[in-house]
Nanobody, 122 residues
């Protein structure tokens, strides 16, 4: 399973971007347990930005609450991150993550997209 993330770019402070992530082709996904977005700022560790469960429950890092919104379609295996009121400190490479189980397997495993760069200028 390969996840393809897109939607990053250069935006001015206060602007908006929408990130998308989906499997890049035919796949053998049986179930998806959680979907999430992580951000890795220059020189820092990758951190959880937002997550969404199959039941629709969402969770956000304190730094993005009220500005970012995660949504997803578990049937299609797609996850989005709407980023509003962007700040220079949001600059990072954003990675989508899905904890999923492939057909004919018993355990779920984390899969990652390739990352999409978001740069916010002041």
């Amino acid at each position: 399973v390969q996840l393809q993330a897109s939607g990053g770019g250069l935006v001015q402070s206060g602007g908006s971007l929408r990130l998308s992530c989906a499997p890049s082709g035919p796949n053998d996904i049986a179930t998806i347990d959680t979907m999430a977005w992580y951000g890795q700022a220059p020189g820092k560790q990758r951190e959880l930005v937002a997550s969404i469960t199959s039941g629709g429950s969402t969770s956000y890092a304190d730094s993005v609450k009220g500005r970012f919104t995660i949504s997803g379609d578990y049937a299609k295996g797609t996850v989005f991150l709407q980023m509003n009121s962007l700040k220079p400190e949001d600059t990072a490479v954003y990675y989508c993550n899905m904890n999923l189980r492939r057909r004919f397997t018993l355990r779920s495993t984390d899969y990652w997209g390739q990352g999409t760069l978001v740069t916010v200028s002041s």
